[in-house]
């Protein structure tokens, strides 16, 4: 709900819209846990924080209205490294990139169903072709691990979440519509990452970037005029 700046090596930083998991409630109002964003561990106080679970309708910050949620099932094709966090060219190289690597293993490691979800709080990625996790975790990681993917499973999944914040820019493929990819920025580190998807054989990848614009836009008329400046997100 708040930004939270650390005075002490125990602490964590937060910040507006961060999704943070509680691992112990303290007697004197301090919550100690997990930032998933950033994957620091450490204690925070217990006021900038507000619970939020999948029967929540209001997101705090926006005025009362309704959370507003796009949903997507697409294939990840697979993730690389940018130069630059923004441009329409960079998209389609890192596209091409995924793409050209992936026909080399398409019979042997086909693309990863995946579920988008896309609203003002950000970008969540759910892998949707393994089994939910049910098991009893030890650590704060193993449980952040049980919500955005089992960090101990030798197989790689693909469970993530990024803040909209983090997120530079995004656009379908203008010559295949169905290829649709975003870029992240690194959230400590001048680092890009493309994240590349494909739709359906016969759909177009329109209405994911779309989703994208709504959420942008709704994140910063209802944050962005109460909270420090980012950097401009770019859309095609």
Known sequence: MFR????????????IGDPV????MCEDLWYEGVNLRTGAEGCFPSVYVREVSEDTEIEPGL?????????????????????AHKGNDI????????????????SSSPPTLCLLEISVRGIKMTDQSKPKITQKKDSVRKKMGKILG????????????????????????????RYFGFITKHPTERRFACHVFIAEEG???????????????????EFLEYTHPTEDIYME
């Open 21 to 24: 998991y509680v691992e112990t």
């Open 150 to 177: 089992n960090k101990g499973d030798k197989k790689s999944t693909h469970n993530h979440f990024f803040t909209l914040k983090n997120v530079s820019f995004c656009g379908y493929h203008p010559k295949n519509d």
């Open 63 to 83: 005025n009362g209205r309704p959370r507003h949620l796009d949903k997507f099932l697409l294939k990840f094709l697979g993730s690389t490294e940018t130069i």
């Open 203 to 221: 759909q177009s990848s329109k209405p994911v970037a779309e989703a994208f614009g709504r959420a942008f836009r709704s994140f910063y008329d």
């Open 4 to 15: 939270f700046l650390t005075r002490h090596d125990d602490e964590i930083e937060l910040d």
């Open 91 to 106: 998209l389609c190289k890192a596209m091409q990139k995924i793409v050209t690597a992936r026909r080399m293993t398409i």
